[in-house]
């Protein structure tokens, strides 16, 4: 999986957490581009896992990465036509380097193993393992959401992949919606009768199942790290230079699917609208690079840099900054300390296939004085989620309200809504979420195997 010098993101926390339970085998790509025809995959072992990586060369990392991943696929699966850009050069680099996974990734399996492949950027990987024979359980996880039909049209090679997923004994999705929208593209493609009302998905010979899997988090582990980190140097200071002003935390990769600007327009509406809280209130936004290399990020970047400037230079003072944003990277430990800290935790993507982030914010709580989550209704968390304060982010004066609700809400409130959160967090927890998916990938073959994953 890439890993450039970017931000971890949910793959990275999520899966291997869940591997080093199971134990089994990384493969994916480790992150560095070369010049040359990538060679064998580099494998060590660390904490029972074992990673194999390799290495994508600079043009495929520029066509396939930046180009038909994370500029076409990326934009399209979260409803933002406007940022995409179709090339048939990127769908032939995307072809290509799923090959040289599917034959990188074909010696290291065992007969009795299990292939679990992760998101959008390996999707025809299932069907090209097929071609060269592989004839264990393979399962998908799509971590973004899935575009209905109507929008998935709009890319040329939709039908191919469409196909591509059916290739796969298990697929996937975050929430209802994300299954839904499949649905209709298997419709479209294969007719309403293709569907069967136990989930399962019949083209040509294949049966595939298809299901709601929402990725949880690791409640307890979350709780110790959370409590402890308030404990290090790097929190402590945080909270004293609050110099006891209300905290709201925003914790994101720099995306413009994160609803960044929308967020920092709401906060400077409700410095607007609720005067009464300029000097009481700092709002620390972490959000580190990520994805540099693709235009659209280069714009949001700069569309951010104004809006924080304006805010803090039209209601700042010499001893108060309102918003403090941070291009920096954080231990996860550290921004959980931060999270546990926060009177308020800002979670408004415009589109997201769950936001770990905010299920993070409500396991870091301190249960006897929890603070207040905000949360975008287009979050796929917000299905689970439903005590939060839900909001459309695009309605930043309803965001400036929930943002004062939650700074006045009374104790006895906080507290019920989180509990109904934790409780819902407990049930469905990351070894929950994994143990399900494997259930159903090994089901599909009434078999006990080992896993491998490709992210
Ligand atoms: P992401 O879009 O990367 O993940 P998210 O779910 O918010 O987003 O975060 C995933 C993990 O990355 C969390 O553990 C979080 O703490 C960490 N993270 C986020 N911002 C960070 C930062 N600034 N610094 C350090 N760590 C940070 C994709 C999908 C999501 C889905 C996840 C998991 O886009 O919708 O929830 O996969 O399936």
């Not at 495929?60 to 038909?68: A, I, K, R, S, W």
């Not at 399962?139 to 796969?168: C, K, S």
């Not at 949360?375 to 796929?380: H, K, P, R, V, Y």
């Not at 939650?406 to 407990?426: Q, S, Y």
């Amino acid at each position: 999986m890439p890993r450039k010098s970017t931000a971890p993101g949910g793959l990275a926390v999520g899966i291997l957490n869940a591997l080093k339970r199971t134990g089994g085998l990384w493969f994916g790509w480790g992150g560095e581009t070369t010049q040359h025809e990538p060679g064998e995959p580099d494998i060590h072992i660390r904490a029972g896992v074992t990673y194999a990586t390799i290495e994508l060369r600079q043009v495929e990392y520029e066509l396939y990465y930046n180009g038909y991943a994370n500029n076409l696929l990326w934009p399209l699966f979260h409803y933002f036509l406007r940022d995409m850009r179709y090339s048939a050069e990127e769908r032939d680099a995307y072809e290509n380097v799923n090959r040289i996974f599917a034959q990188r990734l074909l010696p290291l399996l065992q007969p009795q193993d299990l292939v679990w492949v992760h998101d959008y950027h390996l999707i025809p990987l299932g069907r090209l393992l097929r071609e060269s024979g592989l004839r264990q359980p393979i399962g998908f996880f799509l971590h973004i959401p899935f575009p209905n039909i109507e929008m998935l049209r709009v890319l040329p090679a939709y039908a191919e992949l469409l196909r591509d997923l059916t290739h796969y004994d298990v697929v996937g999705f975050q929430t209802e919606n994300d299954l839904r929208a499949f649905h209709s593209g298997i419709e479209h493609l294969f007719g309403h009768e293709a569907i069967r009302a136990d989930n399962r998905i019949r083209v040509g010979d294949r049966l595939l199942h298809a299901d709601v899997f929402p990725i949880g988090v690791d409640v307890e582990a979350i709780q110790s790290q959370a409590t402890a980190a308030m404990q290090t140097d790097v929190v402590k200071r945080m909270v004293d230079s609050l110099m006891s002003r209300a905290l709201m935390v925003g914790v994101d990769r720099l995306d413009y699917s994160k609803g960044l600007v929308e967020r920092f327009n709401a906060y400077q509406q409700f410095l607007e609208t609720y005067p009464e809280n300029r000097g009481h209130i700092t709002y620390i936004q972490i959000a580190p690079l990520s994805r540099t290399d693709v235009r659209a990020y280069a714009n949001m970047r700069q569309a951010l840099e104004q809006v924080a400037g304006r805010t803090n230079g039209r209601f700042g003072d010499t001893d108060w900054t309102p918003i403090r944003y941070l291009n920096r990277n954080f231990p996860h430990t550290t921004l959980l300390g931060f999270l546990r800290a926060a009177n308020v935790g800002i979670v408004t993507p415009l589109r997201d296939g769950m936001n770990l982030v905010a299920k993070e914010f409500v396991a870091a709580q301190d249960p006897d004085n929890p603070g207040v989550l905000i949360l975008s209704t287009l979050a796929g968390a917000a299905r689970e989620l439903s005590t939060a304060l839900l909001v459309n982010p695009y309605d930043t004066r309803t965001v400036s309200h929930a943002m004062q609700a939650a700074l006045e809400m009374p104790l006895p409130e906080r507290r019920e809504r989180h509990t109904a959160m934790l409780e819902v967090l407990r049930r469905n927890d990351l070894s929950a979420w994994a143990r399900r998916f494997i259930d159903a990938l090994e089901q599909s073959a009434g078999m006990q195997a080992h896993v491998r994953v490709a992210g």
